[in-house]
């Protein structure tokens, strides 16, 4: 009888670089078109290093407010995610009930997601975005506070005086994800110093995001072949400041893993306002 060849096992850690940004005094920024349209700009100098991340399916367990994020068995009843009636309808609500789940927390409003590719040609034509090869946080202290005004104006003051958090899932919306797999740095490893403010520029407001400099403190993990039916859920801001995980910098990254004639990712990230 025939054998037939077991998988190699995944590495339990790879070497592979990823784009901090020089600090060169000024004001950082980032330009995007919105949403339809793929216009970009932006004065950021990269800042290329050799980093070692460890394979989190080898590790763990994970926490949220001890490392920022963790991986979670996560099914989900989408049948397009191209579609913008059916995310609402149904992916919105699912996203809901897993942070509630996974933080604790008594309420969770989802208030926008973005699909990217690696396909340039699949870009082009349904106009979303490309991945993000920079390590970066989706939130500063301005910028979540102005984000939370921004959503629920009318309660804003009475839920910006307790406890809230921006949170993130991330997820591939096809087959498992074999190129620019997301790692994310764990939030203990992190100093205060690393975060630059960034501006985030659009054609109808601007926030505010960190870029990363470069420490060779960090400590960063991947979850290699990422599936549909698994969701990566980590904190991008915390309002408390009592130790607990506040920000997790997180970027792409070409894996030198990827198989050869690897399938262009596919995902979406769902962001959303956590309230205990």
Not at 197 to 208: D, T
């Amino acid at each position: 009888m025939a054998m037939t060849a077991e998988a190699a096992p995944e590495p339990r850690c790879i070497e592979a670089t990823l784009n901090y940004v020089l600090d060169v005094g000024g004001v950082l920024y980032n330009y995007s078109g919105g949403e339809g349209s793929t216009e970009v700009d932006s004065n950021i100098t990269a800042d290329p290093r050799r980093v070692t991340l460890r394979n989190g399916r080898a590790g763990g367990p994970f926490d949220l407010d001890k490392q920022g994020f963790r991986l979670v068995d996560h099914d989900t009843r989408m049948r397009d995610f191209f579609d913008k009636e059916e995310l609402a309808r149904v992916y919105y609500p699912e996203m809901e009930a897993l942070v509630k789940a996974q933080t604790g927390a008594r309420r969770a409003v989802v208030f926008d997601h973005t699909l990217r590719t690696a396909d340039d040609e699949k870009r082009e034509a349904l106009k979303i975005r490309e991945v993000v090869r920079r390590v970066h946080n989706d939130y500063t202290e301005w910028s979540a506070r102005k984000r939370l005004r921004e959503v629920l104006p009318d309660e804003a003051d009475a839920l910006i005086a307790g406890r809230f958090a921006i949170v993130q899932v991330w997820r591939s919306i096809g087959h498992p994800v074999e190129t620019f797999p997301l790692t994310l740095c764990d939030a203990r490893s992190l100093s205060e110093g690393d975060l630059l403010v960034a501006e985030r520029r659009y054609p109808n407001r601007v926030g505010q995001t960190y870029s990363v400099r470069a420490n060779p403190a960090h400590e960063w993990t991947w979850f290699p072949s990422m599936r549909r039916d698994e969701a990566l859920v980590f904190k991008v801001y915390e309002s408390l400041n009592d130790g607990r995980a506040r920000f997790v910098p997180h970027t792409a990254f070409d894996d030198p893993g990827s198989p050869p004639n690897a399938r262009p990712r596919e995902s979406i990230e769902a962001r959303m306002l956590a309230f205990f």
